[in-house]
């Protein structure tokens, strides 16, 4: 496809409950990020990735978060033992640039619109 | 903590009007970004403007960068309704690796016909 797309575009869960959330990059784009969006704010910071390693995941709030991109392309965020503080827009972009650098613009998805009950 | 901040939080005109929003930001920066939001879902890139330039043109857009303050403005002239919308900036901080963006809250548009 031409943009960035995620799946599901919504998912309603019960509390306890594990979920993935996975994002389709732009083709051939090497950089991957995912960010959280709480109702009212910007959207912050997870993790990137690198072609398939996690190259800063500073942002995952603790250990019930992990992300994976095992061939460099799609990812899938992982959500452990959910809590109704998950709730949020989760949103995926890709850049075709490594980033850090004098051009970063990200591409975003729709986001997946995740509520845990 | 949030490297950007807008400012105003809401703006509301008439159509046909110019709306200036306002950036702060905290740490030196390789570039900033303005994004655009339609209810709560995907974010469209608008502009980015490098460390190293001062102003930048989009069809209705203007962005411009003071670095010495840490501040951006956006305008959109000539508003539209369709122009209703949430927007973002972004900045990559200059000793971030991998070019994560920090947003700011946002600045809720709205355009009244």
């Known amino acids: 496809g031409a943009g960035v797309s995620q799946t599901p575009s919504n998912k309603v869960t019960e509390k306890g409950k594990y979920v993935e959330l996975r994002c389709d990059p732009i083709?051939?784009?090497?950089?991957l990020y995912w960010y959280r969006q709480s109702l009212g704010q910007g959207p912050e910071f997870l993790i990137y990735f690198q072609g398939t390693g996690a190259a800063d995941d500073s942002g995952l709030p603790n250990d019930r978060f992990f992300a994976v991109r095992p061939e460099g392309s799609v990812s899938t965020l992982k959500i452990q033992r959910t809590e109704r503080g998950d709730s949020a827009v989760y949103l995926c972009?890709?850049?075709?640039?490594?980033?850090?650098?004098?051009?970063?613009?990200?591409?975003f998805g729709p986001g997946t619109r995740l509520t845990v009950l | 903590s949030q490297q950007g901040e807008e400012d105003p939080q809401a703006l509301s005109i008439q159509e046909g009007e110019n709306a200036t929003m306002n950036c702060s930001y905290k740490t030196s920066i390789n570039n900033l970004q303005w994004y655009r939001q339609n209810s709560g879902r995907g974010l469209v890139h608008l502009i980015l403007i490098r460390s190293n330039e001062r102003e930048k043109h989009s069809g209705r857009l203007r962005v411009t960068l003071d670095t010495s303050k840490k501040s951006s403005s956006l305008l959109i002239t000539a508003s539209r309704a369709a122009d209703t919308a949430s927007y973002f900036c972004?900045?990559?901080?200059?000793?971030?690796?991998?070019?994560?963006?920090?947003f700011g809250q946002g600045t809720e548009l709205s355009v009244k016909p």
């Open positions: 972009a890709s850049s075709l640039t490594r980033g850090g650098g004098r051009y970063n613009e990200q591409f």
């Open positions: 083709s051939g784009h090497t950089a």
């Open positions: 972004a900045t990559d901080g200059f000793y971030n690796q991998g070019g994560k963006l920090i």
